[in-house]
């Protein structure tokens, strides 16, 4: 079964530092997409970034990038000079092949980010 | 403006009154998606829609029922609500699911 692990439930770091946030995925597809969600406290879901599994280059939007890491199975999304607008959870997910040859998604439980001013 | 609608934003109801949630969204996307999100248990997706007239289960989808008759519309509908079916639920769309997904602003439902 496809499972997405995020190992810290809670993270706190001071402005202006990077962050980094953990994920580890398992799957045995050899074609899968992983994507980075914001959820700040308003509640709304926002898209970050997106890498696929045969992309050669780690995906990059702004100060969002991730730090793909096949081998390792590992996916972590570094946050360059972090903002206390950043405050929020953070989900990272999975696009996997069902048996059946459909896609459905995965979440992990999510890392909830506090910037400290 | 490209959007995800949901509607009742909030829904408190009794054990066992039918209930339809519904989700529309204006962008053409073939893929379509109910997750519902529980404290410590991040989303987890409940059904999807690759395109009209083709779903699968997700994760979670005892207790649920979709339906997709037309490409814009993948309402939610649970026949015979529980407590434990009490949850914050997100519709999503996407125009395959290896683009990013838009999000619905999400129903708060309580089953008492």
């Known amino acids: 079964a496809q499972k997405i692990t995020q190992t810290q439930p809670g993270m706190f770091v001071q402005e202006k530092e990077a962050v980094t946030l953990d994920c580890t995925y398992d799957t045995s597809d050899p074609s899968y997409g992983l994507f980075w969600y914001k959820q700040p406290s308003s509640g709304e879901m926002i898209f970050l970034i997106y890498q696929g599994s045969y992309d050669q280059q780690n995906a990059t939007e702004g100060r969002y990038s991730l730090n793909f890491q096949k081998a390792r199975k590992s996916a972590n999304l570094v946050i360059s000079a972090s903002q206390l607008g950043d405050s929020a959870m953070y989900f990272c997910?999975?696009?996997?092949?069902?048996?059946?040859?459909?896609?459905?998604?995965?979440f992990g439980t999510g890392t909830r980010l506090t910037i400290i001013p | 403006e490209a959007q995800v609608t949901q509607n009742p934003r909030y829904l408190i109801t009794v054990t066992g009154k039918k209930l339809t949630v519904t989700c529309s969204q204006n962008m053409n996307h073939e893929y379509m998606s109910w997750y519902r999100q529980d404290p410590g248990l991040g989303l987890r997706q409940i059904y999807y829609?690759?395109?009209?007239?083709?779903?699968d289960k997700g994760d979670v989808p005892e207790g649920y029922k979709v339906s997709r008759k037309e490409k814009r519309n993948f309402p939610l509908i649970l026949e015979s609500p529980s407590p434990n079916q009490t949850s914050l639920y997100f519709c999503a769309s996407s125009l395959t699911s290896v683009n990013e997904q838009y999000f619905g602003p999400g129903t708060r439902l309580t089953v008492t």
């Open positions: 829609s690759m395109n009209v007239e083709v779903t």
């Open positions: 997910a999975m696009r996997v092949l069902s048996n059946f040859g459909n896609e459905k998604l995965t």
